[in-house]
């Protein structure tokens, strides 16, 4: 491990250096334009994810659920996203990043439509469970198309661009539940304002082009050329030289070849992130956030919904600096950061209602709102980054989708138990749980997550098959000099 760490790109010493504003300034506006129009992908799945929280109490009220059928209904998307992790990586690749995003956007658009006029709980859960499929596929072929189009040196940042819609996406969810539910509408339209994006997501991609890579993939050479002049002209040449290199040297993956001794490493990392991301527990507080903060003796207005905009807020604006850091100080030092953060605040939160939350009063809301901060600013937005960085292009759809998989099954997991577990185990043990699980993902990324800053996409299979060192370490015996000479830091 200390030689992959080694072999960290030297592109200098410190946040000035690293934060390349020339860079930024000189990246084509095409490229920004793509991410940000994918983005709304991002958007979609976290207003679906999110207007839930604020649905939950009115459902529960009108269909008499139990605690078991409210769990069904919550998690009712999960399972659909699930399904939708499983074939999302195929169907991109079968016909491209492009038009799957616009058939999700469809589906999506429909589902929210169905699900406002659901007659019951049933239809409820069919249709969320739509709606799901939507929201598992675009997880992953949204950051998967923005990371085929990005410039390596700002890949991260556009990547994450996608987080800070889903908290966007989440946020505005939590606000539509508030306005709706102060107005007498109920939960009907919650649901069925998810509409407007979707609309946008598949007029705006009708507009955008393929990514370089998916085009190469099906022999359109002289097209790939032609986008890789639009968002990357300052390396066209150099990019389109290492693509062809690698698609003329591998054929498409398999999971097999995923499952061997080299690649092996890619999944291990790729679905330990993915289980990590939920184990520490996040989407507990943003499926049943009203219903923690009346564990707390929390009122925050309508049902608890003003507490949960709090929280919407704090996880949209602690995107931000992830955005500008994660490729001036790298990803593994934002996990670092993110989860230790997290793992504290969970500590306090079970020494919180082991001792009665009530008398902590409003401290809840804020060891609640740290957490969530800390959550944005690493293991959220990163895990999506990872998924698209972690596994060479011949097999970054069904690496991606199979982080997807288990990734929502690990949500459905933990969504579909937290009450329950409540009532078997208490709030306290519960989150302290949750706080384990933290610290195991300290040790995890340490040993098992590459430094990925830096680095082109097509180095990452050699990565993984060279006993996990970098291309220049490979070539010239590690030989430290070289890493840090500027034509070392030029093949990164």
């Known amino acids: 491990m200390a030689q992959t760490e080694s072999a960290e790109p030297q592109e200098g010493s410190g946040f000035r250096e690293s934060f390349r504003w020339d860079v930024i300034k000189s990246t084509p506006r095409y490229a920004y334009l793509v991410a940000s129009v994918a983005a709304i992908g991002g958007m979609l799945f976290g207003y ?68 406002a006029l659901s007659p019951g709980l049933v239809w409820f859960v069919v249709f969320r469970i739509v709606v799901g499929i939507a929201v598992g596929a675009s997880s992953m072929i949204v950051p998967t198309y923005i990371a085929e ?41 919650m649901f069925a304002a998810a ?69 092996r490493g890619a999944l291990i990392a790729g679905v330990g992130l993915a289980i990590l991301q939920q184990f520490v527990g996040p989407n507990t507080v943003l499926f049943y956030g009203p219903t923690i903060f009346g564990y707390a003796g929390i009122s925050a207005g309508s049902g608890g919904l003003l507490a949960e905009i709090c929280v919407g807020v704090v996880l949209f604006i602690f995107v931000l600096p992830t955005i500008a850091l994660v490729d001036a100080v790298g990803r593994k030092r934002l996990f670092y950061f993110g989860l230790l953060g997290m793992g504290s605040m969970l500590v306090l939160l079970g020494f919180a209602f082991y001792f009665g939350a009530a008398s902590w009063g409003i401290w809840v809301l ?69 706080a384990g699980f933290a610290a195991v993902g300290i040790v995890f990324v340490r040993f098992c997550v590459p430094e990925t800053r830096g680095r082109s996409l097509e180095d990452v ?4 098959t060279q006993g996990r060192k970098w291309p220049e370490h490979a070539k010239a015996g590690a030989s430290s000099s070289r890493a840090s000479s500027p034509s070392a830091t030029a093949a990164t």
């Not at 949500?411 to 579909?416: A, E, G």
């Open 149 to 189: 189009l990005a410039p390596r040196q700002i890949r991260g940042g556009l990547v994450i661009l996608q987080q800070l819609a889903i908290s966007g996406g989440i946020l505005i969810s939590y606000i539509l539940d508030y306005i709706f539910f102060e107005s007498g509408a109920g939960w009907r339209p």
């Open 48 to 115: 679906d994810i999110g207007v839930i929280s604020g649905a939950e109490n009115l459902l529960k009220s009108q269909w008499h659920l139990s605690a078991g059928s409210e769990e069904l209904a919550v998690s009712a998307v999960l399972i659909g996203a699930i399904i939708g992790g499983i074939f999302g990586g195929k169907l991109s690749d079968q016909i491209s990043r492009r038009y799957a995003l616009m058939a999700l956007a469809a589906l999506y658009s429909v589902g929210a439509v169905a699900t």
């Open 366 to 434: 804020v060891i609640l709102l740290v957490y969530i901060g800390c959550y944005s600013l690493s293991i959220s937005p990163l895990f999506w980054l990872m998924t698209a960085e972690l596994f060479p292009n011949r097999l970054r759809g069904i690496g991606a989708s199979s982080a997807t998989v288990a990734n929502w099954s690990a949500n459905l997991l933990i969504t579909l138990t937290f009450l329950t577990a409540v009532d078997a185990l208490g709030k306290d043990v519960v989150f302290w749980i949750y």
């Open 195 to 263: 509409v407007i994006p979707g609309i946008a997501l598949a007029v705006g991609m009708y507009f955008m082009t393929h990514t370089p890579r998916w085009l190469a993939m099906n022999d359109r050479w002289d097209e790939a050329e032609q986008v890789m002049g639009r968002v990357n002209p300052s390396s066209k040449e150099k990019e389109m030289e290492l693509l062809h290199e690698d698609l003329e040297e591998t054929s498409r993956g398999s999971l097999r070849e995923l499952l061997s001794p080299g690649m």
């Open 461 to 464: 299979d050699e990565y993984w």
